[in-house]
């Protein structure tokens, strides 16, 4: 009897934790050391970005990652130390990732939907192109009068000497008409630009309108961002005080003092992290240890 070799597939991945496979080997848990094996932190973050993107991947990815879906969080935190760091984004993003909403949410929601309306009702108004037609069917209608009145001139002078005035009259009849069609031309340009004049003072006050909004917008934005700093400063400063780094986290995200990888470490204890961290800072004494103090599924490298 002979028996045909046949590769076990691999387990389920456990919730909470992370499978990765490099090469033919599958690495799983909640700490995965990939230190050695030539996979580069910028390989690892995207092949986590892609697995925590929804929706069919064109490809399969040449470092398949298996792990739960990344949060907002995790734009400021994936790498350790991060490429750039901004603090205060990304204790809005931790305070996000607890569910915290600001008592601005719901008015910068409004004050949003306000501005796209009326953003979406901008017109594009013309009014030199109005101008100008009212000042053509001017001059036209000024030339033509002229004519006219040549005309009529030139006619009566000929009645008076009893000369043939067909002709003249044939051309009179042809300015007059051509002077009623451009006066009336000239009439609806006028009414046109009326028109426009008033459509124009409409865009010059959805103009200030727009810009009144978008102020309103941006100071409603500041508000929330404040309300979520303040809601879990302190949580930030009891989690730095846990975490290998120096670092003084004074009163606000303005006054810390201190690396940005220390701080990155605060925001991912003090964050609800789902995703793994990619963690090549040598902080820790082991990635189990890593994975246990940032509360988190962390993969070293």
Not at 55 to 61: D, E, H, I
Not at 83 to 90: C, Q
Not at 224 to 231: G, H, I, Q
């Given at each position: 009897?002979?028996?045909?070799?046949?590769?076990?597939?691999?387990?389920?991945?456990?919730?909470?934790?992370?499978?990765?496979?490099?090469?033919?080997?599958?690495?799983?848990?909640r700490?995965?050391?990939?230190?050695?094996?030539?996979?580069?932190?910028?390989e690892?973050?995207?092949?986590?970005h892609?697995?925590?993107?929804?929706?069919?991947?064109?490809?399969?990815?040449?470092?398949?990652?298996?792990?739960?879906?990344?949060?907002?969080?995790?734009?400021?935190v994936?790498?350790?130390?991060?490429?750039?760091f901004?603090?205060?984004?990304?204790?809005?993003?931790?305070?996000?990732?607890?569910?915290?909403?600001?008592?601005?949410?719901?008015?910068?929601e409004?004050?949003?939907?306000e501005?796209?309306?009326?953003?979406?009702?901008?017109?594009?108004?013309?009014?030199?192109?109005?101008?100008?037609?009212?000042?053509?069917?001017?001059?036209?209608?000024?030339?033509?009068?002229e004519?006219v009145?040549?005309?009529?001139?030139?006619?009566?002078?000929?009645?008076?000497?009893?000369?043939d005035t067909?002709?003249?009259?044939?051309?009179?009849?042809?300015?007059?008409?051509?002077?009623?069609e451009?006066?009336?031309?000239?009439?609806?340009?006028?009414?046109?630009?009326?028109?426009?004049?008033?459509?124009?003072?409409?865009?010059?006050?959805?103009?200030?309108?727009?810009?009144?909004?978008?102020?309103?917008?941006?100071?409603?934005?500041?508000?929330?961002?404040?309300?979520?700093?303040?809601?879990v400063?302190d949580?930030?400063?009891?989690?730095?005080?846990?975490?290998p780094?120096?670092?003084?986290?004074?009163?606000?995200?303005?006054?810390?003092?201190?690396?940005?990888?220390?701080?990155?470490?605060?925001?991912?204890?003090?964050?609800?992290?789902?995703?793994p961290?990619?963690?090549s800072?040598?902080r820790?004494?082991?990635?189990?240890?890593?994975?246990?103090?940032?509360?988190?599924?962390?993969?070293?490298?």
């Amino acid at each position: 009897m002979s028996f045909v070799p046949t590769r076990v597939p691999a387990p389920p991945r456990r919730p909470g934790t992370v499978a990765v496979t490099v090469g033919d080997v599958s690495h799983r848990g909640r700490a995965v050391d990939l230190r050695g094996t030539g996979v580069s932190p910028e390989e690892l973050v995207a092949a986590v970005h892609t697995a925590s993107t929804p929706g069919a991947t064109v490809r399969r990815p040449e470092l398949p990652v298996d792990c739960e879906r990344a949060g907002p969080v995790h734009a400021h935190v994936s790498r350790i130390p991060p490429r750039s760091f901004d603090l205060r984004d990304a204790l809005v993003a931790a305070a996000r990732s607890h569910g915290l909403v600001p008592s601005a949410a719901r008015p910068l929601e409004r004050a949003r939907a306000e501005l796209a309306a009326a953003s979406a009702d901008l017109d594009t108004v013309d009014l030199s192109s109005a101008k100008r037609r009212v000042a053509d069917a001017g001059t036209r209608a000024r030339r033509l009068d002229e004519r006219v009145a040549t005309l009529r001139g030139r006619l009566e002078a000929l009645r008076e000497v009893g000369a043939d005035t067909s002709v003249v009259e044939a051309d009179l009849a042809e300015a007059v008409a051509s002077l009623t069609e451009v006066e009336t031309e000239r009439i609806a340009a006028d009414q046109r630009l009326a028109q426009v004049e008033r459509a124009a003072r409409a865009a010059r006050d959805g103009r200030e309108r727009r810009l009144h909004l978008a102020d309103h917008v941006a100071n409603l934005r500041r508000r929330a961002r404040r309300e979520l700093v303040s809601a879990v400063f302190d949580d930030f400063a009891v989690a730095l005080a846990t975490l290998p780094g120096d670092a003084e986290v004074g009163d606000d995200p303005a006054s810390y003092r201190g690396d940005a990888t220390t701080a990155a470490l605060a925001v991912a204890r003090l964050a609800r992290v789902a995703a793994p961290l990619v963690v090549s800072a040598d902080r820790f004494g082991s990635p189990a240890e890593a994975a246990t103090r940032l509360d988190a599924p962390v993969i070293r490298v």
